[in-house]
Every structure is written in structure tokens, then in C-alpha cells.
T-cell receptor
Framework: SAVISQKPSRDICQRGTSLTIQCQVD?????MFWYRQQPGQSLTLIAT?????????ESGFVIDKFPISRPNLTFSTLTVSNMSPEDSSIYLC????????????FGSGTQLSVL | AQKVTQAQTEISVVEKEDVTLDCVYE???????LFWYKQPPSGELVFLIR??????QNEISGRYSWNFQKSTSSFNFTITASQVVDSAVYFC??????????????FGKGTLLTVNP
């Protein structure tokens, strides 16, 4: 199984600022995803981080708000831009082991609170 | 579009009791994969099981067992002799295998299990 390190584990931010979350995997993986879990809710896919090209965003999520980078097969970042209290959530990085329908592992998450 | 329903929002049991978490799914695809994840209070998601739509055999792993029934579109999860460490939110999820970009996990809303000593 892949070992996923996600940083920071938690942060408290001011309205209007931006936060970049890092996801590092201990092995090369085909697929990397970013999910959001709002308080008391289930997980929602934000986007797929594509290596060497622009991320693929789900309905309701846009690049200006959630820019994503994936410079190689082991690393990705998600930036939450111009934050508001509504962005307070857990953000989770997920990776596909050997294809999108194999075991999908998750990082430990970033607990974000926006004041 | 696919959907996963976990009708039980919260369950509370006493240690050593058996408990079953229900999961019902909807999809028009014939090929799909079902997952269960555990989210303890620390927040990370722990992979428990992946089952493909062609494999209806029940699975047992220690105190955990899963009952997959295509006829009722259900993939229920049973914990036998529950322990306090089993306290967590459990998510059922579905992913399609229709190729291309169908990689999105559709999650249920989760069931909060509390095991009391």
C-alpha cells in the first residue's frame, strides 16, 4: 500500500488568504485526487491532479479557487484561494494504487478552519 | 448517476455486541467496485475492503465481514464482538469501471459508530 504524507495536518487561516496543502507519496502512482469533507458531511471529489497537465475539476469546483499542481508522479499540491469561512473543511489527498479502480488510499487530511 | 445510501446516521452499541452497518447503492452499470472506509476521530480514511460487482462471495477478515447482495444492491458490513477501538465513522463508496475518466468515488454520508465500554 502507498504511504501518503499530507501537510499541514491542520491550520487556522484568516479570511481572504490562501493556503497550499502538500501531498507526498512514497511511490509513483497513476492517479492522485483531492477531496473535501465539510463538517459532518461525506467526501466530495474536488479534482483529479494530472501529471504534467491541468487538473480535471468536478462540477462546482474551479481552478481559480482551487489551483492544483502535480509536477511528478509522487507529489501534488492543492491551494485554497481567497478563503472564506465556508472553506472550513478537511481536505484529503487520495491516490490510486494500480489504476483508478484498485485500492484507493487516503492521506491523513488537512483540517482547515477559516476565521 | 450513481448513488450510495447509508441510512443509519449513528449507531451506539456496548462492547462485545455485534453490529451491522447498512449500505445500499444505485448504478446502471454492470461493472463497478464497492469500498468500505473507516474514519477514526483522528481524521484519516482507512481502507477496509474493495469488492467488484462480479464477486458476490461474502468476505471475512477477523472480526469484520461483508455481505454483498446484487439482488438488493446492498453491501453490508458487520463487526463481530465490537471493541471501543471500532468507534469511528464508516463510509461505503462506489466507483464505476466504464473506462476513461470514471475514477470518482461516490461516498455515502457515513455511519457514526460508537462502541461503549
Amino acid at each position: 500500500s502507498a504511504v501518503i504524507s499530507q501537510k499541514p495536518s491542520r491550520d487556522i487561516c484568516q479570511r481572504g488568504t490562501s493556503l497550499t496543502i502538500q501531498c507526498q507519496v512514497d511511490s509513483q502512482v497513476t492517479m492522485m485526487f483531492w477531496y473535501r469533507q465539510q463538517p459532518g458531511q461525506s467526501l466530495t471529489l474536488i479534482a483529479t491532479a494530472n501529471q504534467g497537465s491541468e487538473a480535471t475539476y468536478e462540477s462546482g469546483f474551479v481552478i481559480d479557487k482551487f489551483p492544483i499542481s502535480r509536477p511528478n508522479l509522487t507529489f501534488s499540491t492543492l491551494t485554497v484561494s481567497n478563503m472564506s469561512p465556508e472553506d472550513s473543511s478537511i481536505y484529503l489527498c487520495s491516490v490510486g494504487d494500480r489504476g483508478y479502480n484498485e485500492k484507493l488510499f487516503f492521506g491523513s487530511g488537512t483540517q482547515l478552519s477559516v476565521l | 448517476a450513481q448513488k450510495v445510501t447509508q441510512a443509519q446516521t449513528e449507531i451506539s452499541v456496548v462492547e462485545k455486541e455485534d453490529v451491522t452497518l447498512d449500505c445500499v447503492y444505485e448504478t446502471r452499470d454492470t461493472t463497478y467496485y464497492l469500498f468500505w472506509y473507516k474514519q477514526p476521530p483522528s481524521g484519516e480514511l482507512v481502507f477496509l475492503i474493495r469488492r467488484n460487482s462480479f464477486d458476490e462471495q461474502n468476505e471475512i477478515s477477523g472480526r469484520y465481514s461483508w455481505n454483498f447482495q446484487k439482488s438488493t444492491s446492498s453491501f453490508n458490513f458487520t463487526i463481530t464482538a465490537s471493541q471501543v477501538v471500532d468507534s469511528a465513522v464508516y463510509f461505503c463508496a462506489l466507483i464505476l469501471n466504464s473506462g476513461g475518466s470514471n475514477y470518482k468515488l461516490t461516498f455515502g454520508k457515513g455511519t457514526l459508530l460508537t462502541v461503549n465500554p
